[in-house]
């Protein structure tokens, strides 16, 4: 077994923006991702349909590159006009060559 | 009087209430989101069913008329009200527009208890309201969302996400799929199914709305920071609406019940539907804003107060 | 003695062994939580809802006798079951209390079985009765809770907690708001919701039960853990509570019905309201001891053999 | 050809295509989760209840004969199928084999889609019915899992966790559990919870079909994938399978109804127990095969055509 | 797009603490949080109300001295008598300076 | 309050291993885990039973040599035939000795 160094992305964000930031992820070379229901409180406590009012947590596992690429999307579509927060950690993943296509 | 008494000990509006009052003491009764979804689903689908049911029934001719006055006050309602919030409350473009796009849309829950409300008063509405319903959801929105579009402020794309999120959104395709079904299965087949969709409705809505109390509950906070004017224009806005659209009612030919019930419709303001869509296309717009309008102050007086109104305005203009 | 074995085959009773067995044979079924919080606030609104509907009709003469009984063994019990504890049981006051606590509280399924069986075996308890299993659930706790603080182990900020969390529990708030409803509402009004929460009552109960079924067999391992003592405690305590509450009730006037259902209550513990509250005032208390004696012991005592008993019990008491 | 148009306008037929269209049209309709898995136990608990009270009063000689046509037809469909698969559809042992058990096995929704249809039609079906239901579940699946088995590829391990998982699998335990309350029960104490599981019935699988609908449109787009073979082998065997019911359970001694019933419980394939299962004793097959197979094709033309065909094949051999 | 360093802070515990946590937490001077419910065992298996047998964990994104006082305030009060995790970990933020007052 | 380093394990797996992952991890020395239900894609698209179609996600804190045991587990068994993706980080643990039996 081996381990391969790769970043983690994390995003939180409403649940009106599941699908468009899954796609989003995949089309900037994420080969997969998961995702959860969660509640949150944040700086703009924003709940566009209040009765949906989760928020949607999307990780994926992904190289230094498509991390960076995810990053800036989040950073200059989404900020702005959405209530969302996105961080990256360091993970070692087995079986890692899978999740890294670039 | 008497009927507006009567409205305030309905188990419908005592839920609203107690879900109010179990927020304000800071309960921790939660109703768990899937059993208030599968709730909705259930209440969505059998208004869609027996109103297919009934169409069924009714002849095309008899349609006609209310289908026009629905897609008028449709158009007319978000434009009123954008002018008003506009030039009146001076709100910016997006907002107004955001706030006109949910006046525009309708409350489906308002529409459940307008049905039930008119029933017990004696007033049976015509089989054919959910079908008005469903037709009321789209052109609103879509009217209210297009003015800050021709004024150069909304981009294409999200325009047409948000007519897609409307258009295919749950309500709507629950409602019109119910539709569907209660026309083609007609009312013998039905009679399997009816006693779950029936029966069961007004008990489920008891749930629905101490839910529904409990979200008007957190909205009341937000009552001081959207300012006077809304909370004026949120009461007075339907009373409004209401009367026109008991006279456009009225003119199409629907019976006391159905004008009524077409007046809480019509006065109504969505807050499922629409502030999906808005968010989409108008992001910039405050939820805070049409939110706290839509469900915090006029669902409460239409339910409370709007339909007992409308009622007795409906009966004044048959009487002539 | 036949009264006893048809209470065997009720599908209620029936529907808590087959919980048992589906995790004795580690079945993989599930009820999904949203769904057991869903059946649960249903059941506890309808027992709300029926109980003031029926409140609405009864002279408040006749209730005056039942509350003070209410109230008088909400206090008895709990001390009763505290020195029982301590001083036979040798349990530390912490672990004595907090048993003590499920005790003084009630266990609304053990309620419902109660009246269930009572009008299944043709008699009707009083309409009031919800309103003494509101009642019951609030002193019952707060007595037990206090012994600790009394003797300077507790804190003063969790007291308060717990109270809070007892008097603003979903359990409470869905009682005591459906009893506030179904009054101010009354029978007419009650007509539209009765197909809701009444028809289907007992259906839910049934899921309800396989679930707690299952719950009950998580405990069964704990049984071992906890003590002969602590096992015999939650047999025999019922007994002596549920005989004199046989007593009390029929000296407040109850019906063999009303008897049969105050005795189950009283000897009832408290496995949803007691549990949260103990946990927040004393955290150091075991949940192995309380969760078990309530839930893993004395409710599937009552369920099987006490109800029965205690109706048993009150036929004789009422034959003098 | 009037009874299969008949069967394409029921609310359950129609429900299911509504299903397909809200995911064609990319609706964000969703059945939460909890709520779908919370009708799925009722439904198969309803099921079985009625089934054991049925059972309650069938005298056990009237049950012998569809006993063994079960048991028969249990170990003959799986060895017929993995047969057709391996032999003419050239799939590989693991993969023949893990389509075969869902063909052993058995889809609890056609099965009731059947005996609605038969009701409906007016041929009652046994009221032991669901006694087979629950039988032919574990035959079919163990004997196609035995065949890679016996050809060396399958492990002993996981064999024995897949006997398992479908004896204990939630399906069976609410089918089998329901038959055992119902039948202790007997009439008289099921009328209590009568209204909840008869009542409610066919209108919680309205929903429940609607969901299934959706299910069924995301494999639509596997079609493709799985080769037309499957596709053929997914309306053809059923029609097989189900004309051998036919003969078996005619000479076996069923009504019209039963017959009907019988035949579309043999020819339907599992999706709930045989995937579970199957993907635990044979990991290395490729769900997309075996879900499409059962959900995507053989299901669809069950509900919509294979049950009226039975029922006239059923018609026809009794004609006899 | 520029990543700011922050300490991510999970804590998983009791349903019943699910408000004080949070509290607690934004009073240590958290902008935010993010909560979902999960199961879990742990050495314990303490289960206060046995019907809603969930945890809840609890992530937030803060400072390093807002983690420190945070995981001070965990480790003092809940330890002893509540069933309760929690642990740090690095992370780089999007948009950082918004959650990090202090 | 002092912090313990350790490992936090993630493994993302189809629901029908739930039980079986937990008893290995506890096998393989781990003290305790979390789960919760996700969602998720990845490069199968493999969804046992489709109705159940969520994920799990099983999270432990164990110590270095626990995490290398069960990492190795999950390679060997698990990914030639399941839907599972696993990865590992550093962490800091609060009370940190309690789940690091060895
Ligand atoms: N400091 C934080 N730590 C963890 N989650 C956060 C934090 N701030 C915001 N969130 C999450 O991000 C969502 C949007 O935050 P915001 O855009 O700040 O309103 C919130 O609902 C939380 O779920
Ligand atoms: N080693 C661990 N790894 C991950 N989660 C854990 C671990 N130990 C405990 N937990 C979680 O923390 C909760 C309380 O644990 P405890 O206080 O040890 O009983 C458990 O129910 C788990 O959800
Ligand atoms: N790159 C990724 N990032 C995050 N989660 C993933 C990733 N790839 C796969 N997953 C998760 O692991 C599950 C199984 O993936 P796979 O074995 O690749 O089909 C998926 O359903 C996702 O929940
Ligand atoms: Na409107
Ligand atoms: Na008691
Ligand atoms: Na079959």
Redesign the interface.
């Known amino acids: ?1 081996e ?1 391969v160094k ?1 970043k ?1 992305i994390t995003i ?1 964000t ?1 649940r ?1 923006l599941r699908h468009e930031i ?1 796609d989003m992820i ?1 089309l900037k070379g994420a ?13 703009r406590g ?7 009012g ?2 949607v ?1 999307i990780e994926t ?1 992904v190289s230094e590159s498509v991390a960076d690429a995810i ?2 999307e ?3 579509n989404y ?1 702005e ?2 209530a969302v ?11 890692g060559a ?2 890294l296509r670039r | 009087m008497d009927a507006l008494l009567s409205n305030f000990t309905s188990p419908i509006v005592l839920a609203y209430v107690l879900g109010i009052i179990v927020r304000l003491v800071k309960s921790d009764l939660e109703i768990p ?1 899937p059993v ?1 979804q599968g709730i ?1 689903i259930y209440l969505l689908l059998a208004i869609g069913l027996k109103g297919g049911v009934e169409l069924s029934k009714t002849p095309l001719a008899d349609f006609a008329g209310p289908f026009g006055a629905t897609l008028f006050m449709g158009v007319l309602t978000p434009i009123l009200a954008f002018l008003v919030l506009r030039f009146i409350g001076r709100f910016d473009i997006i907002n107004a527009s955001a706030i006109a796009a949910h006046y525009g849309s309708v409350s489906a829950v308002t529409f459940i208890a307008a049905i039930t409300y008119s029933e017990l008063q004696g007033f049976q509405p015509e089989g054919f309201m959910p079908t008005l319903l469903a037709l009321l959801e789209v052109p609103g929105i879509m009217v209210a969302l297009l003015i800050p579009h021709f004024m150069a402020q909304g981009k294409q794309v999200s325009l047409k996400k948000a007519v897609r999120e409307v258009a295919t959104g749950g309500s709507i395709v629950l409602l019109a799929g119910g539709l569907a079904i209660g026309f083609l299965a007609g009312p013998e087949k039905f009679a399997g199914i009816e006693p779950f969709f029936v029966n069961g409705f007004q008990g489920a809505l008891v749930i629905f709305l101490l839910e529904l109390g409990m ?1 008007t509950a ?2 009341l906070g937000d009552l001081r920071k959207v300012g006077w004017f809304l909370v004026g224009f949120g009461v007075i806005m339907p009373l409004i609406f209401g009367s026109l659209a008991v006279v456009a009612g009225h003119f199409a030919g629907l019976s006391i019940g159905g004008t009524t019930v077409f007046a809480a419709m019509v006065s109504s303001g969505s ?2 539907a629409a ?2 869509a808005v ?2 296309a108008l ?2 717009a405050s ?1 805070a804003l049409y ?1 706290t309008a839509s ?1 915090g102050i006029t669902f409460p007086f239409n339910i409370a107060l709007g339909i007992p109104i409308y009622l007795f305005i409906s009966e004044w203009v048959a009487s002539f």
Chains 1, 5, 6 share one sequence.
Not at chain 1, 85 to 95: C, F, N, P, S
């Open positions: 077994m381990l790769a983690l939180i409403e009106l899954t995949k080969t997969g991702y998961t995702r959860s229901e969660v509640e949150g409180e944040g700086s924003i709940r566009a349909s209040d009765f949906e989760r928020n947590k596992i990053m800036q989040v950073s200059e900020f006009n959405y927060i996105a961080y990256v950690r360091d993970v070692e993943v087995a079986r899978k999740y | 989101k208030y909705s979200v957190s909205r807050y499922i502030p999906a968010r989409i992001p910039k939820p939110l469900l």
